[in-house]
């Protein structure tokens, strides 16, 4: 079991919907991180938010919007997605984002396609 | 910068056999070092990490790791196979200072066959 919990686990959309991907953690974790995968490749950093605040967004298109509105949750706004933005969305948490000898705790992912 | 790479994306295993994944970091400063595991349709999992400390790791699920510096490797092994190490691995380097920017291998696929 994930201490990291995603919602939903699979979701499918149109080019022109809007909908959102959850991220929750109970484990007091202050930095909390957006990752996409494609299929049989490594996890590309999409968003870093530190106590709440954006720290690091990685050029990321404004289609992606991330919004963390508290200590434990994270949410990425989904608007007007390309075919091509069809991954799995992985969200990880770390006590604190300057912490670069602590492991990330993954959650299982958000499988997105975008028809 | 830093960077790690896996050599060999694609490795298959018997049952009961010695498993080997080679990874290979570069890193102008002290690195911070880790292999995480990742089934299907799940995220990642920790396997073990290497922050300085003793050079030879020992991980969850019978994994270990050795911290080479003049090799610049930290390779991961088990000395037995099982069927349910049939997963993605993922070699990963991060070092101090670097924000939680994790730089991820490409990642090795492991087939474990009867």
């Known amino acids: 079991d994930t201490e990291v919990t995603q919602t939903p686990k699979h979701l499918v959309m149109g080019m022109t919907n809007k909908k959102s991907l959850k991220c929750e953690q109970h484990m007091g974790h202050r930095a909390m991180y957006w990752y996409k995968q494609k299929a049989k490749k490594p996890p590309e950093l999409m968003f870093v938010y530190s106590?709440?605040?954006l720290s690091i967004n990685e050029?990321?298109?404004s289609r992606f919007s991330p919004e963390c509105p508290n200590s434990s949750l994270?949410?990425?706004?989904l608007h007007a997605l390309q075919p091509?933005?069809?991954?799995?969305y992985l969200c990880a948490s770390t006590p604190g984002q300057g912490d670069s000898n602590s492991p990330l705790h993954f959650g299982n992912g958000t499988r997105l396609t975008v028809t | 910068?830093?960077?790690?790479?896996?050599?060999?994306?694609?490795?298959?295993?018997?049952?009961?056999?010695?498993?080997?994944?080679?990874?290979?970091?570069s890193s102008s400063v002290p690195p911070y070092l880790f292999w995480y595991v990742q089934y299907p349709n799940q995220g990642l999992q920790l396997l073990l990490k290497y922050t300085s400390a003793a050079t030879l790791v020992k991980g969850i699920n019978g994994f270990e790791a050795e911290f080479k510096k003049s090799e610049t490797s930290f390779h991961l092994t088990k000395p037995s196979a099982h069927m349910s190490d049939a997963?993605?691995?993922?070699?990963?380097v991060s070092v101090a200072?670097?924000?939680?920017?994790?730089?991820?291998?490409?990642?090795?696929?492991?087939?474990?066959t009867p």
């Open chain 1, 51 to 53: 106590y709440e605040k």
């Open chain 2, 1 to 25: 910068a830093q960077s790690v790479t896996q050599l060999g994306s694609h490795v298959s295993v018997s049952e009961g056999a010695l498993v080997l994944l080679r990874c290979n970091y």
């Open chain 1, 74 to 77: 994270l949410n990425l706004h």
């Open chain 1, 59 to 61: 050029s990321v298109p």
């Open chain 1, 84 to 88: 091509e933005d069809s991954a799995l």
């Open chain 2, 97 to 112: 200072d670097s924000w939680g920017k994790l730089q991820f291998g490409a990642g090795t696929q492991v087939v474990v």
């Open chain 2, 87 to 92: 997963a993605e691995y993922f070699c990963a």
